[in-house]
């Protein structure tokens, strides 16, 4: 069966110090992978998706950036934290929906991010 | 772009009830939409997916319909339980089918 692995899922950083979240995913190839982040009274905002190694796709400008080394391996990186990155991050992934869209996400338990 | 409103933040109900949730969306219809389930601290999980050819879907005490004419979807949770308290997720694909946007969900407590 599939699972997926994100950690920490705890981390509190000062503002300007670096960040990196990792997600990797187990029992399935070549998934689609996304990082989605949920800031307190907000939605689940998406951040970036990746369809395959070293594919990455921005939806929001900002100081993040996502990185995918190997198929099921998907990195969410900063190098200077803004207060306003502060919120849970969630990795998720799936498998596609027959050619007409991404399906059913499964998403990992989250990382729950504080800046101070 | 595609905006979804669910437009209730907060419903409460009385256990045994029957809980209705809103989906509205603009913009272009969906090939299909999905309901997930969130819990505090927690990712969400998926619980139904309905195309748009398909009015109306059901697993166990759920259901879910889809008027692709009004641009909204509606989710039942029949015989509500104290244990059906979370936050409801809407998610549609977005217009390039390669990610699911979401709604800000509709946190449904039930009380007993």
């Known amino acids: 069966s599939q699972t997926i692995h994100q950690w920490p899922a705890t981390l509190v950083q000062p503002v300007g110090s670096p960040l990196s979240l990792e997600c990797t995913v187990e029992g399935t190839s070549n998934p689609n992978l996304y990082w989605y982040r949920q800031a307190a009274g907000r939605g689940l905002q998406l951040l970036f998706y990746?369809?395959?190694?070293?594919?990455i796709s921005s939806e929001v400008p900002q100081n993040l950036s996502a990185s995918r080394p190997q198929d099921r391996q998907f990195i969410l990186s900063s190098k200077k934290l803004l207060l306003s990155d502060s919120g849970f991050y969630l990795c998720?992934?799936?498998?596609?929906?027959?050619?007409?869209?991404?399906?059913?996400?499964?998403f990992g338990e989250g990382s729950r991010l504080t800046v101070l | 772009s595609q905006k979804i409103e669910q437009n209730s933040e907060a419903l409460n109900i009385q256990e045994g009830k029957t809980a209705t949730l809103t989906c509205n969306y603009t913009n272009y219809s969906p090939a299909y939409l999905q309901w997930y389930r969130q819990d505090p601290g927690r990712g969400p999980v998926f619980l139904l997916l309905i195309r748009e050819n398909e009015k109306e879907k059901r697993k166990e005490r759920l259901k879910v319909t889809f008027d692709t004419t009004l641009k909204q979807s509606l989710f039942h949770i029949t015989a509500s339980q104290p244990a059906d308290s979370a936050t409801y997720l809407c998610?549609?694909?977005?217009?390039?089918?390669?990610?699911?946007?979401f709604g800000k969900g509709t946190t449904l407590s039930v009380s007993s």
């Open positions: 998720a992934w799936s498998g596609g929906l027959a050619g007409v869209g991404a399906g059913e996400l499964f």
């Open positions: 998610a549609l694909d977005d217009q390039a089918g390669t990610a699911l946007i």
């Open positions: 990746s369809v395959g190694i070293g594919q």
